[in-house]
């Protein structure tokens, strides 16, 4: 049994009221770091911990802190990133759902570091009923003294804000989401300047995803240095990892990062193992975005070394045989799927969610779908997938923001890996509409193929 | 002189200049002008937060200042990015910039219907121009281009949102130059459109400067459509007192007549500024309703530098070569591709055709 830090009372009857939240040592940290701990202080602890942003980048949030300007006169803003829209995530999800107030108690000791009045939440569209759950949780907070004006006597105002998004994946991009709302249409700025600097309003603003907050509250807890003792390297702390697709327990875990991709998998704690006693053929570990492993690459390096469930050891390799933790949206590939169709559906998503702005994700986007859906249907040539190969590289790095190379990379990496998959498509185009390819040699965990 | 130090150094494509701090690489590389200042699509100088967009001017930063040297991993939008103290930027010596700039182009010109025949903005179209020098003769793109229907802006303006290439300067112009903006883009990716939503007509007095910062012909003149081509129009400088602009122009003209009147553009494609210092943007009135010479005061032609065809028959700087055809080939004739004859072997062979007086008709083989 792994350590548990942020769904240790996810399961505690009626944890969602301030209440029970507060019975159960709810609170405390807020307690700890309004009452005796100055902001800089706890930007320290932070800094300590290791705490790597859970949204996806793994950029240290500590760092990302201490990055923030603080010009005299001119507030500052945080603002927490709800719009968990990257396809096979729903880690936040959950933890808004079931723990509100760890979330608001995060954000609150986070306010309190960054120095920020004014705190927001941004909420996907498609989470309607989560917003409720978190004003009724602020209200709460409210009523209790947590929130608003001079906070425990220290003097600290800070209100916290929910806003729902109109259901946009760009959203979730935080200079998109900054300009969202504010009001405007979600277009990613051009950077620099950083949020850190213009953010919200033009005033400086951090924006951190909904885990990283919540990570916040065991930091306080139990302090910097404790916390990152646990796990491996800069791999600090725990992850939410939100696992579905083929797996026998769909759902979210917490794992801590020292357990391997195997025992992820094929663990009763975790997964559960394959559905119907099949065997792994792929597996997308952070995301929909971050590159698709052959089942052979994913349980080995191409070392031989066992992979783990950690940053460095998920990356290591880089894409040629690697890939990345990403938000920790697990998605697993029994030997019955389609990697083609599978990339065809992704391909889909970014095509549907590119804002417009910069012309290679706004055209090569819709270009990469429309040759996916040939290839899937049977109509493909052989020189498509030279083509997709070379679409994706001139969309990667050449965007504005990240979609860009969110949309080429599992393009990129499904070719890489399963070229043989896309050309028996084209080689029979009758067969590959009325059955799957099957595993060839993936699912091979012995077998790493260089 | 505490002022001359505050100048930059920045090195493109090998070649030095001083600029300002603050100054973006993309006008760094227009200071030193021709090849190595890289294409730029959305971007406009007179218009804030332009830029950054269509990606075309993307070049790669070899190193990003004398204090930091390191270069940047990705290859950065110059419109956008500013240049500091020893930088070393790469425009068409990089392999990865041209590599990158073509893949723009294609992308740009994947939904583009390429109609330029019926275009009226064929001629003195960036994406033209970008295309001739940039683009690949054939498309790899196999599927039906996007369409839209096209929408009447009101009286004089209109918009044909199939060739748009969302470069969003139509809306920071309405934004920047008027008071209220009603269009904007609508929906996202690949089907995003410049559109009023309820088909609204922009009605201001300056909204007709989108016609001029429309890089493509997706913003048209409508007293102007299908009435000439521009390289069959002269331009030419004039002026009138307008109460509401600056009325600095450029008249097209052919003969006596006024087909079209324009703000005046520099080498950039871009809006000069007017002798009063401001950007020459010219008004409604001015642009739409005066279509006689004898409404302006005409100062003389144009100098045309730098567009394509407009400036057909006006050779700038150009060097009449001394050298005949056979000195350059070391004393050989030329091979000609097309073998001409003088005689007909097909029809008569005893006729010389050089003789026959005008061009050979079948009555002069019957003789």
């Excluded at chain 2, 130090?5 to 701090?21: A, G, Q, R, S, Y």
């Amino acid at each position: 049994m792994g350590v548990k830090l942020l769904l240790e009372k996810a399961q505690v009857e009626g944890i969602r009221s301030y209440e029970v939240y507060r019975r159960e040592g709810g609170y405390r940290a807020a307690e700890k770091a309004l009452k005796t701990m100055a902001p800089d202080a706890v930007t320290e602890e932070v800094k300590k911990s290791g705490l790597r942003g859970r949204g996806g980048a793994g950029f240290p949030a500590g760092m990302k802190w201490s990055f923030l300007a603080k010009p005299e006169g001119i507030p500052r803003h945080l603002v927490c990133n709800a719009d968990e829209s990257e396809p096979g995530t729903f880690k936040d999800r959950y933890l808004m759902e079931f723990l509100p107030h760890l979330l608001i108690e995060g954000l609150l000791i986070s306010s309190y570091a960054l120095g920020s009045n004014a705190t927001y939440i941004y909420i996907r569209g498609e989470y309607a009923w989560i917003p409720d759950i978190l004003e009724q949780a602020i209200g709460e907070a409210k009523a209790n003294g947590w929130l608003g004006k001079n906070i425990l006597g220290t003097g600290f105002d800070c209100e916290i804000y929910v806003q729902r998004g109109g259901g946009a994946y760009i959203c979730g991009e935080e200079t998109a989401l900054i300009e969202s709302l504010e009001g405007k249409r979600g277009n990613p700025r051009i950077k620099p300047p950083f949020p850190a600097v213009k953010g919200v309003w033009d005033r400086p603003t951090v924006v951190n995803n909904v885990e990283t907050l919540a990570a916040v509250v065991p930091i306080i807890n139990m302090g910097g240095d404790e916390y990152a003792k646990i796990g491996v390297g800069r791999s600090t702390g725990t992850k939410l990892i939100s696992a579905c697709g083929n797996i026998n327990k769909p759902g979210v875990f917490e794992i801590d990062m020292t357990i391997s991709v195997e025992e992820f998998i094929y663990s009763d704690e975790y997964c559960g193992g394959i559905k119907n006693g099949k065997r792994l053929k792929a597996c997308i570990p952070g995301g929909s975005s971050v590159p698709i492993l052959p089942a052979n690459l994913l349980l080995k390096t191409a070392k031989g070394e066992t992979r783990y469930m950690n940053y460095e050891s998920l990356s290591d390799g880089g894409f040629a045989t690697g890939s990345m933790m990403g938000s920790g949206g697990f998605i697993v590939l029994d030997e019955d799927q389609c990697v083609v169709k599978n990339t065809y559906t992704l391909a889909r998503f970014y095509r549907h969610e590119s804002c417009g702005q910069c012309s290679p994700c706004r055209e090569g986007t819709g270009w990469m779908e429309k040759i996916l859906k040939n290839i899937d249907s049977g109509k493909g040539k052989m020189s498509d997938i030279d083509l997709l190969w070379d679409i994706q590289r001139k969309i990667e790095g050449n965007t504005i923001c990240p979609l860009g190379d969110a949309a080429a990379w599992p393009v990129a990496a499904a070719i890489r890996h399963f070229r043989d998959e896309f050309e028996w498509h084209v080689k029979n185009p009758q067969e590959c509409v009325t059955r799957n390819y099957g595993l060839a040699h993936y699912a091979d965990p012995l077998e790493v193929v260089g | 002189m505490p002022e001359e130090k505050k100048l930059f150094k920045v090195t493109i494509d090998n070649i030095t200049v001083e600029v300002e701090p603050g100054t973006t690489i993309l006008n760094a590389a227009r200071q030193i002008g021709g090849e190595v200042t890289p294409p730029a699509m959305c971007y406009y100088s007179k218009l804030k937060n332009s830029g950054g967009k269509c990606r075309t001017c993307l070049v790669e930063v070899a190193a990003g200042s004398t204090a930091d040297p390191r270069p940047m991993p990705k290859l950065v939008a110059s419109c956008r990015t500013t240049v500091m103290d020893g930088m070393i930027v790469k425009s068409i010596t990089s392999e990865r910039v041209l590599d990158a700039r073509a893949g723009v182009v294609e992308f740009l010109l994947l939904n583009h219907p390429l109609d330029c025949p019926i275009c009226d903005q064929a001629g003195e179209c960036h994406l033209q121009d970008l295309s001739y020098e940039h683009g690949k003769e054939g498309t790899r793109y196999e599927f039906n281009r996007r369409t839209f229907k096209k929408h009447d802006l009101g009286d004089y303006i209109q918009l044909h949102m199939t060739r748009c290439i969302l470069c969003y300067r139509c809306v920071f112009t309405a934004d920047q130059l008027t008071a209220k903006r009603v269009h904007g883009v609508l929906d996202r990716g690949d089907h995003a459109e410049i559109a009023t939503y309820i088909e609204k007509s922009l009605d201001n007095d300056f909204i007709g400067n989108v016609i001029d910062v429309c890089p493509v012909g997706a913003l048209t003149d409508k007293t102007f459509r299908f009435k000439n081509r521009v390289w069959f129009t002269k331009p030419v400088d004039a002026h009138r007192d307008c109460s509401k602009c600056c009325g600095e122009v450029q008249l097209w003209m052919r003969g006596d007549e006024v087909f079209r009147v324009t703000a005046r553009k520099d080498e950039w494609g871009e809006i000069k500024d007017s002798s009063k210092g401001s950007t020459g943007w010219i008004c409604n009135e001015c642009r739409f309703e005066k279509k006689e010479a004898k409404d302006w005061v005409i100062e003389g032609p144009t100098k045309v530098s730098r567009h394509s065809v407009i400036s057909q028959g006006h050779y700038v700087n150009v060097v009449k070569p001394k050298e005949t055809l056979p000195d350059v080939m070391g004393g050989r004739a030329p091979k000609l591709l097309m073998n001409i004859h003088n005689v007909s072997e097909v029809n008569r062979p005893d006729i010389e055709l050089s003789k026959i007086d005008g061009p050979a008709h079948s009555d002069d083989f019957k003789k």
